[in-house]
């Protein structure tokens, strides 16, 4: 399967502040990369879709403008929280569909994000 | 707009029982089926993926089938172990949407 890296694992940051978290797809380039958000003792819920080239598709509720994504490269997305406040607190995982024909969706190792 | 179901939210079983976890969902027109196995603050181990067309597939101890037209699956677990546990997670995706709707999960604990 895919290898897919998130950095940074863990980040603790003051109210008002932006974080960045990275996604890469390290063993095969990936046009579309999934944004993930799971809030503690909850599921996943979609965020957004991050297209290599062009804007990313954000899902209802999703705040595009606070949420930015950037796809600068077939193995690179990038989702910054922009001046994060405490209910941003969250775990955020990033997807890499596969190559194939089954749609596999290969996860990171999240980002544990904690705003204080 | 799909949603999915996991029955039950939690469960407790002695080691070396064999177990079933439920998975429902809304739209039956799916791609495909994934098992997810999360442990505490972890992120997600793919466990099993199942395509529309198929009906089940195993990997060791580990069985998913999938009732399509009844928008149904069930991950049977033979033979637990305490290593077992985790929150185990049903996702589905859509016909020409990529990304995965999940579950809210099913968390299991194996006693020893």
């Known amino acids: 399967g895919a290898v897919v890296s998130q950095h940074p694992s863990r980040v603790i940051c003051k109210s008002g502040t932006s974080v960045k978290i990275e996604c890469r797809s390290l063993?095969?380039?990936?046009?579309?990369m999934f944004w993930y958000r799971q809030f503690p003792k909850q599921s996943l819920m979609l965020m957004a879709t991050s297209n290599e080239g062009s804007k990313a598709t954000y899902e209802q509720g999703v705040e595009k403008d606070k949420f930015l994504i950037n796809h600068a490269s077939l193995t690179l997305s990038t989702l910054t929280v922009t001046s994060a406040h405490p209910e941003d607190s969250s775990f955020y995982i990033c997807?890499?569909?596969?190559?194939?024909?089954?749609?596999?969706?290969?996860f990171g190792p999240g980002t544990r994000l904690t705003v204080l | 707009k799909q949603e999915v179901t996991q029955i039950p939210a939690a469960l407790s079983v002695p080691e070396g029982e064999n177990l079933v976890l439920n998975c429902s969902f809304t739209d039956s027109a799916i791609y495909n089926l994934q098992w997810f196995r999360q442990d505490p603050g972890k992120g997600l181990t793919s466990l099993l993926l199942?395509?529309?067309?198929?009906r089940e597939q195993t990997s060791g101890r580990l069985n998913a089938s999938l009732d399509k037209s009844s928008g149904r699956s069930t991950l049977y677990i033979a033979a637990s172990q305490p290593g077992d546990s985790a929150t185990y997670l049903c996702?589905?995706?859509?016909?020409?949407?990529?990304?995965?709707?999940f579950g809210s999960g099913t968390r299991l604990q194996v006693q020893p």
């Open positions: 996702a589905v995706s859509d016909t020409g949407r990529r990304a995965l709707t």
């Open positions: 199942i395509q529309s067309s198929q």
């Open positions: 063993d095969f380039q990936a046009t579309t």
């Open positions: 997807s890499v569909p596969g190559l194939g024909l089954y749609n596999e969706q290969f």
